[in-house]
């Protein structure tokens, strides 16, 4: 069983420009979320994708946009990049949106906006 | 909405027992997660309690008093590994996305 895997490991970005990351799902699951975690903080959600359609979003900017594909994999696009986006970015895949539905994060993309 | 507290900082000796605080605030009540997560790692599922009470899995153990708004991890025989934030979160209504707290950094000492 492949765990969640996402990429880039790191990512080094200037302000104003765009980036995508990117996360595969563990297999057998079809609900990735999305979590944006600043230093020192605990993960903030962004969206959830639930079999490729948006099924939840947090308090983040319409620059924070998402896809899903067919296979569950997803990605997150930030556009108009800023100081304060400098963050690890978490993914989480699960079977379903039920909060009992355990969540398994993969290991993160750590983005610095200069 | 929801909101969750839980202390900055902690520090425990190596082979003592700490036990990290969690009182969180919801509109509904869809059971309460801790996390733990090692510094640049993603966190790792530690429990999940639905129902009042103490949970126990090994070394680790979570309560929960839902009259509350409380919960507890209770870690024993702590080990230099255990050094680690302790992410309590709860979900958005019954949703799997999670609300967490900042966490709480536990520094294990000999």
């Known amino acids: 069983e492949t765990g969640v895997t996402q990429s880039p490991t790191h990512l080094i970005k200037t302000r104003g420009q765009q980036v995508t990351l990117r996360c595969s799902s563990q297999?057998?699951?079809?609900?990735v979320s999305w979590y944006q975690q600043a230093l020192g903080q605990g993960p903030q959600f962004i969206f959830q994708y639930y079999r490729e359609e948006e099924n939840g979003r947090g308090n983040f900017p319409p620059r924070f946009s998402g896809l899903q594909f067919p296979n569950y994999s997803s990605e997150l696009n930030v556009n108009a990049l800023e100081l304060d986006d400098s963050a690890l970015y978490l993914c989480?895949?699960?079977?379903?949106?039920?909060?009992?539905?355990?969540?398994?994060f993969g290991p993160g993309t750590r983005l610095t906006v200069l | 909405g929801q909101n969750i507290d839980q202390p900055t900082e902690m520090t425990a000796t190596e082979g003592a027992i700490v036990q990290i605080n969690c009182t969180y605030q919801t509109s509904g009540f869809n059971g309460l997660f801790w996390y733990q997560q090692h510094a640049g790692e993603a966190p790792t599922f530690l429990s999940y309690?639905?129902?009042?009470g103490l949970e126990e899995k090994g070394r680790f153990s979570s309560f929960l008093s839902r009259s509350k708004g409380y919960s507890y991890l209770l870690l024993k025989e702590l080990q230099m590994k255990d050094s680690a934030s302790y992410l309590c979160a709860v979900p958005y209504s019954g949703n799997t996305p999670l609300v967490f707290g900042k966490g709480t950094r536990l520094s294990v000492i000999a």
């Open positions: 989480a895949s699960s079977s379903g949106t039920s909060s009992y539905n355990e969540q398994f």
């Open positions: 309690n639905v129902l009042d």
């Open positions: 297999s057998g699951h079809n609900t």
